[in-house]
């Protein structure tokens, strides 16, 4: 399957599972977080604000939010090349719904990791 589409088995037209999907995925948020923290940001820059990210995963991550329309990449014509990334527009309306989701798991987190203790013990 092609990285740029994401579908549910169950529902492959539905276009929220797939957007959600992709939202959904290992670091996709990561990236989003780190691009808007910090601005427009090189591909090492990157790799080394999410150290545990492979460079295989990072690449193929910023190229899903790149086809979606959530990062720009723009390269300039130097030598050594150098690229860069940024959030689009589109991309900064969703930082506010990240933002409250990372509030949520904050606010959260130590009554989760209890319930997952005690359902593991269960």
Do not use: H
């Not at 604000?49 to 910023?62: E, F, K, N, Y």
Request: hydrophobic fraction near 45%; proline fraction near 5%.
């Amino acid at each position: 399957m092609n990285r740029l589409q994401v579908t549910d088995p169950v529902f492959p037209g539905c276009p929220i599972r797939t957007i959600l999907a992709r939202i959904g995925e290992k670091w996709t948020l990561l990236v989003l977080l780190e691009l808007n923290q910090r601005g427009t940001m090189r591909f090492s820059e990157l790799n080394k604000a999410i150290p545990d990210v492979s460079q295989r995963m990072l690449t193929a991550t910023l190229r899903s939010l790149e086809g979606d329309g959530l990062i720009a990449r723009t390269v300039f014509a130097e030598v050594p090349i150098r690229v860069e990334y940024e959030l689009t527009d589109r991309a900064k309306t969703l930082l506010p719904l990240i933002d409250l989701l990372v509030e949520w798991s904050i606010e959260n987190y130590k009554d989760i990791v209890a319930d997952r203790k005690k359902f593991l013990t269960n």
